[in-house]
């Protein structure tokens, strides 16, 4: 995105406020705005803060995973983007909807430890040709559009 600039990236574990697994798009975009705010506090120096939160949500009796995406500058603006959604099996779906973590159920399903730190589900359920990283990664870049095209985000 800022081919012309250095960059220098610190990843830092901050609470989101929300439930480890958040069960709506509401709660999922609220978890990575204070996962951003959080980063904020615990480091300030810094240009930009980024939250991501995972989360579910349920519409006609199918589940949905995705991924919200939130950046703040230390001028104070901002910038989200959702990722692509997918839909989870009936066997994960059922262990979700009894509250248990999706990282735990991907586990308990596919007999892993910590997928979630490692591929996810999207690694799993795509064998691998799509892994946590690229799943974000365009995400990651529209999020970043109003810091490219700040003329365009100016608010009157």
Known sequence: MFPNK???????????????QPMSQEETLHGAVQRAKNAQEASPEADFW?????GVATENQEMEVFAWIYVLSKAGKSGKSRTAN??????????VAQGIELGTADDMVFKQENSKQ???????????NIDRTAYYQTSMILALIPFLKESLYVVE
């Open 86 to 95: 997918f839909y989870l099996p009936p066997q994960i779906q059922k262990l």
């Open 118 to 128: 490692q591929g996810g589900s999207v690694g799993i359920l795509t064998d691998g």
């Open 50 to 54: 980024v939250g991501i939160e995972g």
């Open 6 to 20: 250095e960059w220098e990236f610190q990843g830092i574990s901050v609470p989101s406020g929300v439930a480890d």
